[in-house]
């Protein structure tokens, strides 16, 4: 090699390699100090994308996660609400039934007449439950639906039995006869808008269970008007349709007789429908009021609604999310109260017998809505529990891209250290090399 002092080649080696090693020592420090092994994008293009997206699914799992949280937190809210008015139902029937035992005088359900008042009246302060501001069961979260009628249905009789049956042909579900005679009498209630109707006629000869529908009579002041009742009878599997127009069947698929309300929507609700018979010493037939007073509410009557249901967004895609729609929990809604004000009353033997059966069916009413808020607990709990599984294994992904192995980046460091140091080390030497020239020159 020559002996040059212009360009000393090998300190320009030596210089390139030096500052090759410092670059690399550099990348090793911001590695071993953030942890990563991708900083940039120029770090790995493909490698920061993916990740970056990766980044932004685990911070939208953790989000839906949150809301999955927030949504079980509201329907704790509308479940204690709910669970309030089963207990005060509970209740309701416990003194409905005190007020139907002779041994109280008028004065005594009157008094009774007024712990009702007070705790109907509560039912719709439980109803105006907010979350967020947002009211929960008082009707206001209903999903989109038709107006529907209230629907009786009795699987208790003869699966032969007729509207135009007579009711001394009667017959139990088994095919055994309710053995009512002709000089029997029937009693024959129902509630309607908070008020109980009632009347009472002998059996004869000739009486069709249809019969029972039309009966017209008076009651003190007030009238019993059957027409307001019968609206469309069925003597088959079909019971009815419900809101969202699906047909709704007896629950062993055989024929049963079936019976709505005139009208749709809460003003026509029937809120119960009760038969009694009893002979004509006034002694109570058990075997034919068990079957007779089995027309128990298969469809609930309720107003036309828009979708006006609850959106949890729990998904990191767009219509991703579970609806939640939740029923009408005011009195008027369970039929305990008319939109006149009228509450159910007990202040007669006979109205508090039929009371019983209104609040039999409320109580179902309430019963069906917290087993349906439990229900969407229940899947908001496994939707909290995949969203977090699902946060980890995204999390796991992203960090096998992103993260440093501390070991081999600290490997990779003193190795670059060590490299850095004898460059130079070496460039030292090599600057020295043209030195050699001056002996030359001498």
Known sequence: MA???KNNMSAVNTLNILNKNQSALAKSLQKVSSGMKIN????????????????VQIRSLDQDNQNAQNGNSMMRTAEGAVSSTVEILKTLKEKAINAANDTNT???????QKEINQMVDQIDDNALATYNGKYLVDGSRNSKGAATCT?????????????????TSLESRTNESLNIQSTDNVTVSYVRQGRTYTTTFSVGSGTKLSDVLGKSAYNGTESFAGTDLMGTTREEA???????NNSVYTADNKSALSIEAKGTGTTFQISSFTISITDNTGAIRKTANTALDAFNERVRAENKSEDNALVLQTGTKANQAIKVSMTDMRSLALGLKGTDGSVLSV???DKANAAINTLETALQKA????????????????TSSNLTTASENVQNSESTIRDADMAKEMTNYTKNNVLLQAAQSMLAQAN???????????
């Open 3 to 5: 002996m040059v002092v």
């Open 40 to 55: 940039t994008a120029g770090d790995d293009a493909s490698g920061y994308a993916i990740s970056e997206r990766m980044r």
């Open 106 to 112: 008028d004065e005594d359900r009157r008094t009774i």
């Open 151 to 167: 629907i009786l249905s009795n699987g208790a009789l003869s699966t032969a039995s007729k509207w135009s049956s007579a009711l």
């Open 238 to 244: 079909l019971i009815g349709y419900d809101k969202a």
């Open 347 to 349: 202040q007669t033997q």
């Open 367 to 382: 019963l069906d809505e917290q087993a349906n808020i439990g229900a969407v607990q229940t899947r908001l709990n496994y």
């Open 432 to 442: 020295q090399n043209s030195s050699a020239v001056l002996s030359l020159l001498q």
